[in-house]
């Protein structure tokens, strides 16, 4: 892999094992349709892991998806023969959340954890592509500053964390407008470093919503003028507690202005245009594009098709017209992909 959000999805080994039947098959489809070519089944033996890692195809196993056990003695036993055989990302996986195990797979330092479950296709695939990409940052991170870093990245996980865990419906929203906001940024030229920095902006986008009450941020009803008013402020409390952190001033921006229109109707400051930050008109389109395509306290989620519509409609108006343009062309060459697979 050469790229954060170009993962070269037809080279990218995936591992997937320790599972029933009916839970691996799910994983490979998912894994396949979302264009992962080479993916690996093995069953709960290992010793068929090692034997392959052992044959010299190590370097080429770039995740493993590993169906936990339901004790949680069993898990960790199988979890700490697992790291002692391979080296690289696991994503632990169960049919139902489990606390406990998630607590205790912290503590050992695997690297994700996924209730496959109580998730959607969508979320399957972008708990890989996180995984993946989290581990290409470490790889990218220099020696001499390896410590602090792995320090700042530690914290981001656990704020992160915080403000997913605020509501059911957007616990994967914040990684999701990351992966969109990458992709798009990737199609308009930006460079390896600059994607990095607009993809921690996207994942804080909506960080402020920690300071509004959560009868108003889990209302399952559209909220009221004066509700909406108060969770206009969002974007104003994330500037306002990530102001002071040195590491965030070059996405501030961008956090600020994520929800400014192209005409100029938007807030917290009615910027219009290129008045607006780049990074903040592309989250802007991320963040849009995945509170359409995704299930609310209050709606269902939106059809593709309908979406393109939505996207067509607030092109020049809520929109960067370019930037629909690219994601558009994007979501065109996804569904072909899906057509191909």
Known sequence: ????????????????????????EFKERVLREAGFRNVLSFDAQLRLLEEHLNNGQG?????????????????????????????????????????????????????????????????????????LTAHRVNALIDENDQRTQRLFLNILTVMVKILDSKDHYTR???????????MIGRRKGMDEEELIRLGLAAVFHDFGKIGIPEEILNKPSRLTDEEFDIMKQHPTIARDLLSSLELFQDLLPA?????????????????KAEQIPLWGRIICLADAYDTMASRRTYKEPMSQDQIVEQLRRGHGTQFDPELVDIMLQILEEKAADRNDA
């Open 255 to 271: 956090i600020t202005h994520h929800h400014e229109r192209w005409d100029g109707r938007g807030y917290p400051a009615g910027l």
């Open 1 to 24: 892999m050469t790229s954060l959000e170009d993962i070269d999805r037809s080279r990218t080994q995936l591992v997937v094992m320790n599972d029933a039947a009916p839970w691996r």
């Open 172 to 182: 994967f929203h914040s990684h999701s407008v990351a992966l969109w906001s990458r």
């Open 59 to 131: 370097r080429s196993a770039d995740l493993v998806l590993f169906g936990l056990p339901p004790l949680l003695a069993d898990s960790l036993r199988l979890l700490e023969e697992l790291q002692r055989i391979f080296p690289g990302p696991v994503l632990a996986t169960s049919e139902r959340y489990d606390p406990e195990i998630h607590r205790h797979m912290r503590e050992m330092g695997v690297h994700d954890y996924l209730p496959v479950g109580e998730c959607s296709e969508e979320a399957l695939e972008l708990k890989v592509e996180t995984v």
